[in-house]
């Protein structure tokens, strides 16, 4: 048995105080410290739930000195359970780096589930939710969140962001300029009073903010592209060249002529038949 202590993950509402599991608050009532990325925040819910314990900081701009001084608490036996602002650590914030220091270390870490805004957002959204991806954050500089935007542009799955209110806009016209129009749904304010799912397209999301002020937090999820749009996209890639010159591709790859000829008929979405009666005309 190890003596060393047990980092747990609780997650803590995202707005709606009824989320909080049973299991959860048991955990908050057991450990020894409670790790917390914004401890005033944390405070109110443990007052609310009536629990008291030792609070430490640990946020994106002190996780260096403190994710040191969690481990070394954690290795002398203490059980610390770190929760976020709200939703899930781990999940676009700082605990994805004391897990990875905690697990070099030989520490376990227990994750205790609840809510997280992707999850909720996605699942009431409309969109495809059997296979999706999660993108938390765009980048701030907008060259480098278009590049992030054109790596993700020929994504089938759905897609799911979260973003500050006051960078909406920015993000939107990006995601319209990189992806084109797509269906989003908008999911603000998840688990609250004001909460609201607005179901437009990447342009109508444009107009309509640009004529009322984002409020609130917001998770994005945006439809992936359609496979046939993917295929004609292939499709008109290859009509720009001829088909010589793309049968002449593959067999500078060392294909003999029958193969070239079937990725050449795949590629262009013809038979085998038209590019090789299409050849031997010339
Ligand atoms: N760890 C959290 C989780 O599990 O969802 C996410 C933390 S991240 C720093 C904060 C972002 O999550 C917000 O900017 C927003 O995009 C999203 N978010 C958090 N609470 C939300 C809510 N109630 N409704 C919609 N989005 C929310």
Redesign the pocket.
Request: glycine share 12%; aromatic share 10%; proline share 6%.
């Given at each position: 048995m190890s003596d060393k202590g047990i980092l747990y993950l609780v997650?803590t509402p995202?707005?709606n105080l009824e989320d909080m599991t049973l299991r959860a608050i048991r955990v908050l009532n057991q450990v020894d410290i409670i790790a917390a990325e914004d401890t005033r925040q944390t405070l109110k819910l443990l007052n609310h739930l009536e629990i008291k314990k030792p609070l430490i900081s640990y946020y994106e701009h002190n996780k260096i000195t403190k994710g040191n001084y969690i481990i070394d608490q954690l290795l002398s036996g203490k059980e610390i359970a770190l929760v976020?602002?709200?939703?899930?650590?781990g999940?676009?914030?700082p605990g994805e780096d004391l897990v990875k220091l905690a697990i070099e270390n030989g520490i376990n870490v227990t994750p205790i589930p609840g809510?997280?805004?992707?999850i909720?957002?996605i699942i009431a959204s409309g969109l495809c939710s059997g296979r999706f991806v999660f993108e938390g954050?765009l980048p701030m500089n907008k060259k480098v969140r278009k590049e992030r935007l054109s790596q993700i542009k020929s994504e089938i799955r759905t897609m799911v962001f979260?973003?500050?209110p006051h960078k909406l806009i920015y993000s939107l016209n990006d995601m319209y300029e990189v992806l084109g129009d797509r269906n989003i749904v908008l999911?603000?304010?998840?688990?609250?009073k004001f909460e609201e799912f607005i179901r437009l397209t990447l342009k109508e999301a444009i107009e309509y903010y640009t004529l009322k002020a984002p409020k609130?937090?917001?998770?994005l999820i945006i439809e992936g592209v359609k496979e046939e749009i993917l295929e004609e996209e292939k499709i008109e890639k290859w009509n720009t060249i001829s088909l010589e010159e793309h049968l002449q591709i593959y067999l500078d790859m060392e294909m003999t002529k029958k193969e070239a000829i079937i990725k050449v008929a795949s590629d262009r979405g013809l038979s085998k038949r038209d590019v090789y009666n299409s050849i031997m005309k010339k």
């Open positions: 997650a995202i707005g976020s602002d709200a939703g899930t650590p999940i676009s914030d809510p997280v805004a992707a909720a957002g954050f979260y973003e500050a999911a603000r304010e998840l688990t609250k609130g937090e917001y998770v």
